[in-house]
C-alpha cells in the first residue's frame, strides 16, 4: 500500500514542475532551513539494515513537506517496512510542525518542533534515536512488534548557523508515548553539511560541484527521566553526500555505523526528493 501511494504520488509530481531542494545534507538532523511558503517536497526515505542475530529490513517513509508561512512548515509522514523472513508492515504516521521565532538570519538561528507520531512498534525508520533505543528493537517480529502502537509527542529544539558556506547544526530531542506508563525519553542529532562549491559555472552543467554536497550527522539516545546519560543507549555516525540534479530531484546517500554495541553495524540511508514551486497554482491553474 505505501509503495503504490508513493510512486502514484511521484507520477503526479513529475507531471509538474520540479525543482531541487536546496537544503543541508541531513538525514536526521534539522537546520533552520524552512520550506518556502505555497511550496511542497515529496520525498522517500529509506533504510536498510541488517541487525546481529536479526533479519534484514528495509524501511520506506513518504514525506510531504509543506511551506504554510515563511516561519511555519508542516509535514506529514507515512511509513511501512519490510523485513526478510517475516512480512510487510504499515507502521502509521506522524505530523511535524516546525516555527521559526527569528525572520532573520543570525549567528545562531533556532527553531520549534512539535511532532505527534502514531506508529506501532515495527517501525524501522529511525528518524530519530531516544532513550534507551537499541538493535535487540529490531529483532523483535512483526507480528509481536505492530501489536503495540506508541501514540507519542515529540519536541525539539533545533540550533543553527551558517558561516563561510558550511551549516551546523544541533538538535536536542525530547519524547513522551502516551499510551504507556513511560518516562520521558531524550535524544541528539548533530551536523555539519556545505555544498563543494558556492560558486555557480558560467556554463550549464550536470556534475557542476556546486550541485554536489557533502556532510556528517552523529546521533543517538540520551537516556529517559529515570536515567539521563549514555548508559544503554544507542548511537550512529555517518558522512553523507547529496546530489541536485538540474531540473529533476535531489538524491542523497549515507552509510551510518554503529558506536556500541546496541547500535546496528551499519545503516544505509538513502533519499529522493521533489520540489513542486506554488503547488496550489500548478493544481488549480494560473488566472
Known sequence: MVRRASLVVALLTLGTLTMAAQEPVYFVTYS????????????????????????????????????????????????????????????????????????????????????YENLNEADRSLLEVVGHDSISDMRVSNAVARS?????????????????????????????????????????????????????????????????????????GLGDL????LRQTSHYFGPAVSFDIPSGPTVSFSPNFGLNQNSAHVLYRFTVSYEVQQIFGHLWGKR
Open 32 to 115: 533552520h532551513a524552512m520550506e518556502e511558503p505555497g511550496n511542497l517536497e515529496i520525498s522517500f526515505k529509506g533504510v536498510q539494515g541488517s541487525p546481529r542475530y536479526g533479519n534484514p529490513f528495509v524501511s520506506e517513509t513518504m514525506e510531504l513537506e509543506y511551506g504554510a508561512k515563511a516561519w511555519w512548515t508542516t509535514e506529514v509522514y507515512l511509513g511501512g517496512q519490510h523485513t526478510w523472513n517475516d512480512s510487510t508492515v504499515f507502521n502509521g504516521f506522524r505530523w511535524e510542525n516546525r516555527f521559526r521565532p527569528l525572520f532573520t538570519e543570525h549567528f545562531i538561528n533556532p527553531v520549534l518542533y512539535v511532532e
Open 148 to 220: 503495540d502502537t506508541e501514540r507519542a509527542l515529540e519536541l525539539k529544539l533545533i540550533l543553527s548557523s551558517n558561516t563561510h558556506g558550511w551549516n551546523i547544526a544541533e538538535n536536542f530531542i525530547v519524547e513522551k508515548n502516551f499510551a504507556e506508563p513511560e518516562p520521558w525519553e531524550f535524544g541528539y542529532a548533530l551536523g555539519v553539511s556545505r555544498p563543494l562549491s558556492l560558486a555557480g559555472s558560467a556554463h550549464p552543467c550536470f556534475f557542476c560541484r556546486a550541485n554536489l554536497a557533502a556532510g556528517a550527522e552523529l546521533y543517538g
Open 226 to 229: 529515570n536515567g539521563f546519560g
